[in-house]
């Protein structure tokens, strides 16, 4: 009896797993750890402090946050004041819209699928000085980048208003916007362990932000964000696996325009790209992922948005198997007439 191949997870934008030897970290962990609380003073900030040597700048100016999620909900809480504007550009990472509303933020939309940044009307939306501007690069959910002027451009623009860089994708682009962001005045940088370093699971990021607004972020981080085991793994990621995002970036721009290269086969409209996944748009998008579904590929859909009801979002396979899985099964699609 045949049985029916695995799930093909296409659809979370996650990376490779870590090799296994982070796990015997956890050999570290007692029974009295997870009986305690994280200590904010020494846990949480020797990840802090790694963090923050990998990126030579000072550890006040790294916060813990539970993943990119809770770096956006922590801008957001402590730097947005209600009523203020949030200029972004649509479609975007889903919680930035859901944080924003949640502070009482009134959303400003700019043209996320222009060819290029649009900066006169970034400028146009910042109205008072309490209105704030967040920058997604590359952007999730359309894989956009951003060039290192253009970033300049805005940070400029946002003049000393504090700015949400969401650099969660950054390794995979090949522009580097790091240093630029960290060294901005007023920039508060998002980095999560989430994507290039193939550690979802610990759900950890952080946001680093000017010294002069640290006390205030920290005040408004919740007090234990961070479980035990995740810091602990954390940790020996930063200073043990440091090589894994330069790996895992490698393969995929190995992988990403194969990914593009079928996707256009199948009859889509490919954007460009710069993270770990690929948006595709057009009329056969739902065709497409029903296929790929009865392949057992999952793929995401983006069901109740009507800015992207006729596109689909597929992450880079973590290996030559899985890019084979994918290129078969959209191989099968437009030889059975989905297109």
Known sequence: MSTAPTLLRLDRNEGPPPPVELLCELAALGADDLARYPDGESALASVEAAWAARLSVDPARVVLTTGGDGAIELFFAALCPRGARCVVALPTFEPILIAAERAGCVVRPLDGWATRYPL???????????????????????????????????????????????????????????????????????????????????????LVVPTALARTVRRARPVYPVASPSVLLARAALLRFGDLPARNAELVRRLRPRVAAVLAGAGLDVLPSQAN??????????AVAEHLASARIAVRRFDGRAD?????????????????????ALATCVAGGSR
Not at 277 to 286: D, K, N, Y
Not at 313 to 319: A, E, I, L
């Open 308 to 328: 992207l009801a006729d596109a689909l979002r597929v992450t880079c396979p973590v290996d030559e198997a899985g890019m084979l899985r994918l290129e078969e």
């Open 277 to 286: 996944f690929v948006l595709a748009r057009g009329a056969a998008a739902p």
């Open 120 to 206: 006169a009307a970034a400028r146009a939306g910042l109205a008072t000085p309490e209105d704030r501007l967040v920058v997604v690069a590359p952007n999730n959910p359309t894989g956009a980048g951003l060039e290192r002027d253009e970033l300049a451009a805005l940070l400029d623009i946002a003049g000393e208003r504090p700015t949400l860089v969401d650099l969660a994708y950054h390794e995979f682009a090949s522009e580097d916007l790091l240093g630029g962001a960290l060294a901005a005045p007023r920039a508060c940088v998002l980095l999560s362990l989430s994507k290039a370093f193939g550690l979802a699971g610990l759900r950890v990021g952080c």
